[in-house]
């Protein structure tokens, strides 16, 4: 089962899964647009339910689970339902987890680099009750994930039942296809070469801190494929210790980095124009963002990741670039 199947990760995870044979659960919703259906139109699905059918659906189905791949959340950081955040962020991964403890199941759900604030503590994957508790996320939608990871390890502190396979990933910036249902929250890459292709210039938000210039702000920018094989070692290599994992590239890059690549491989003249971070994100924004990646190496993942050239270069020529931009 993946949760948020019909979603950005979640479908990619799926296409994956799909490509093995294996039989797939979405559980999502899909809207009322062709943005989302899209994401799943070319997968064999063995079935597909509401996410307040989920909980009927698992019990209806015990002991024919292989594992859930726990994706869905209200992921945008300007959301400002908190409780509607805390039934679908919270909630509902504390429920998988009691369900997938009980049944013996192997689960990895979606934290988040958002849960790291502004930085100031440091982008390292320690799951230790001190450190989690000195985070400070910068809007609810980070604070949901780092509650959830905090509720987990002080399940395990407490000697409570746990899946027998677990992993929470912290995802970082991720592009790649099956992303543009999510508008505003599309990845930067996505939207640079909409940009690009309607007007031949792109527009980067302007600086108001001092140590970055303006374009300068960073980012460590992941390739979704690169979270998929993540994500599926977690959930399938017997081998993959459980715990808290970020998932990036390892390396933090410009946005103007990200622009001039995109240029390039589009072949336009770069031609950036810098605009005022909105008001909404003021004191929310994050300026840096880098995975320290050697927690998942010691872990026993070997496979290399993608560079943001290579990742860039896939997303226009395999998708952006085609009369099929989906996965």
């Known amino acids: 089962m993946i949760t948020g199947g019909a979603g950005f990760i979640g479908s990619n995870i799926a296409a994956a899964l799909d490509a093995t044979g294996a039989d797939i659960v979405i559980s999502d919703w899909i809207g009322v647009d062709d943005l989302r259906w899209r994401n799943i139109a070319k997968r064999r699905l063995f079935d597909i339910i509401p996410p307040e059918a989920t909980g009927v659906f698992l019990e209806s189905r015990r002991g024919k689970i292989a594992g859930v ?77 780092n509650m959830f990871d905090r509720w987990v390890l002080r399940a395990i502190e407490i000697g409570g039942p746990q899946p027998p396979r677990w992993a929470g990933l912290k995802f970082f910036n991720v592009y790649g296809p099956n992303e543009y249902h999510k508008g505003g929250q599309r990845s930067v890459a996505v939207q640079l070469h909409e940009q690009i292709r309607e007007r031949s210039r792109v527009r980067l938000f302007r600086s108001d801190n001092p140590n970055y210039a303006d374009g300068g702000q960073m980012r460590d920018f992941v390739w979704v494929d690169d979270c998929v094989r993540i994500a599926l070692w977690a959930l399938q290599e017997e081998s993959a210790p459980s715990g808290l994992y970020n998932v990036g590239s390892g390396t933090a890059r410009t946005f103007l980095d990200k622009a001039n690549i995109m240029f390039a491989e589009i072949g336009v003249e770069p031609n950036v124009e810098f605009v005022d971070l909105p008001a909404t994100l003021r004191g929310k924004y994050q300026y840096f963002t880098c995975a320290n990646m050697d927690k998942l190496r010691a872990a026993g993942f070997a496979q290399p990741v993608t560079s943001l050239e290579d990742g860039l270069r896939l997303y226009v020529r395999d998708y952006l670039e085609t009369s099929d931009a989906y996965r």
């Open 69 to 145: 791949v726990h994706m869905g959340a209200i992921s945008t950081t300007v959301e400002a339902d908190v409780d509607s955040i805390v039934r679908n962020n919270i909630r509902l991964s504390i429920d998988l987890w009691t369900y997938c403890a009980r049944e013996n199941i192997s689960l990895v759900y979606a934290s988040s680099a958002a849960t790291y604030g502004d930085g100031s503590q440091g982008f390292l994957d320690r799951f230790e009750a001190d450190y989690l508790s000195q985070l400070r996320p910068l809007n609810a939608y980070g604070w949901s994930k």
